[in-house]
C-alpha cells in the first residue's frame, strides 16, 4: 500500500523559506515519480513541482521557477520542496502525491491539471506566508 506523509509546513514571513518532506513507504521508491500540489482556499488544487525518480528530471511552473526545489532521496524515500523567497500567495495546504512511473513520461505531463496523472495522494500540509 502506498502510503505518503507530507511535514514541513508552518508560518512564515514574506521571504523566508521551508522545507517540506514527504515519506515515502510501501512501494519501489526510484520506479515513481513525485509532485507536490497547493490548494489555496477558493482555489483549484495546482501541481507546483514534479520529479521523475529514474532521471532526475524536473518541471516547475512559472509562478514558483526560480524558488522551489524538489528533489528526492532514494536512501531515505523521502521527496522534498524546498521553497525560497516565499511570498502570501505562496499559502496553501500543500500535497504530496505518487504515482508508479509510465516510461517516457515528461515531468510537466505528471503536474498537469488539478491532480496531475498522481493516483496516491498524502494528507496535506499548511503553508502560511505572512506580509
Known amino acids: 500500500e502506498v502510503q505518503l506523509q507530507a511535514s514541513g509546513g508552518g508560518l512564515v514571513q514574506a521571504g523566508e523559506s521551508l522545507r517540506l518532506s514527504c515519506a515515502a513507504s510501501?512501494?519501489?521508491?526510484?520506479?515513481?515519480?513525485f509532485g507536490w500540489f497547493r490548494q489555496a482556499p477558493g482555489k483549484e488544487r495546482e501541481g507546483v513541482s514534479c520529479?521523475?525518480?529514474?532521471?532526475?528530471?524536473?518541471y516547475y511552473p512559472d509562478s514558483v521557477k526560480g524558488r522551489f526545489t524538489i528533489s528526492s532521496d532514494n536512501a531515505k524515500n523521502t521527496v522534498y520542496l524546498q521553497m525560497n523567497s516565499l511570498k502570501p500567495e505562496d499559502t496553501a495546504v500543500y500535497y504530496c502525491?505518487?504515482?508508479?512511473?509510465?516510461?517516457?513520461?515528461?515531468?510537466?505531463?505528471?503536474?498537469?491539471?488539478?491532480?496531475?496523472?498522481?493516483?496516491?495522494w498524502g494528507q496535506g500540509t499548511q503553508v502560511t506566508v505572512s506580509s
Open positions: 502525491a505518487a504515482e508508479r512511473d509510465l516510461v517516457g513520461t515528461r515531468p510537466h505531463w505528471y503536474c498537469s491539471g488539478s491532480r496531475g496523472m498522481f493516483g496516491s
Open positions: 520529479i521523475v525518480s529514474s532521471d532526475g528530471s524536473t
Open positions: 510501501g512501494f519501489t521508491f526510484g520506479d515513481y515519480a
